[in-house]
């Protein structure tokens, strides 16, 4: 069954708003237990899986300027599925784990929590126009698909990059 645009639109969303409530509540009102050893490895996946989206929308972008359809939709999907799996490892991190504050001073400071408020911020905009996108793809609505496609390539890949940047200033730098 195929989704009318009114359909979808609605979905998208039903999905946006649920996913975006759900997250703020896991973010910032549950308590996590804080246990650290219970998932360390969680965001270094989600960075993995972060930059595996970055490289994938990379090379899709590259496939469809070369007019490799077929290749560009894999890659997209892919980029998709990297992109779905980072959202629900972040959710279960968050969820068991708590929030990880960020431990440096200084001028460093303000630069992680810029980087980190438009991460943020563009995610939640960036969020239902990856899966209009998608669906517009899907569809064959080739035209409003590229329309869109060009500004959400540039959110989806700003927010992949800055997504790696919050894990190594949060997990890697010492301050």
């Known amino acids: 069954m195929q989704l009318t645009p009114k359909q979808f639109g609605v979905t998208n969303a039903m999905v946006t708003l649920t996913a975006m409530s759900f997250l703020v509540w896991v973010v910032y009102f549950h308590e996590g237990n804080g246990s650290a050893s219970r998932g360390a490895s ?12 970055a490289v994938l929308i990379s090379v899709g972008l590259w496939a469809i300027k070369q007019r490799k359809r077929t290749l560009h939709m894999q890659l997209m999907l892919a980029a998709f599925t990297s992109s779905a799996l980072f959202l629900v ?26 980087v980190l408020i438009s991460h943020v911020l563009l995610s939640v905009v960036t969020f239902p126009m990856i899966l209009t996108s998608l669906y517009l793809g899907l569809s064959d ?30 997990h890697v730098i010492v301050w």
Not at 42 to 51: D, E, F, K, Q, S
């Open 141 to 170: 609505r080739l035209v409003l698909h590229r329309r869109l496609s060009k500004w959400t390539w540039a959110g989806w890949m700003y927010v992949s990059v800055t997504g790696v940047v919050v894990y190594f200033m949060l």
């Open 89 to 114: 490892n972040y959710i279960y991190y968050h969820f068991s784990h708590g929030d990880t504050h960020f431990a440096g001073h200084g001028i460093v400071r303000p630069i992680y929590f810029s």
């Open 42 to 53: 969680l965001p270094l996946i989600n960075a993995i899986l972060n930059g595996t989206s």
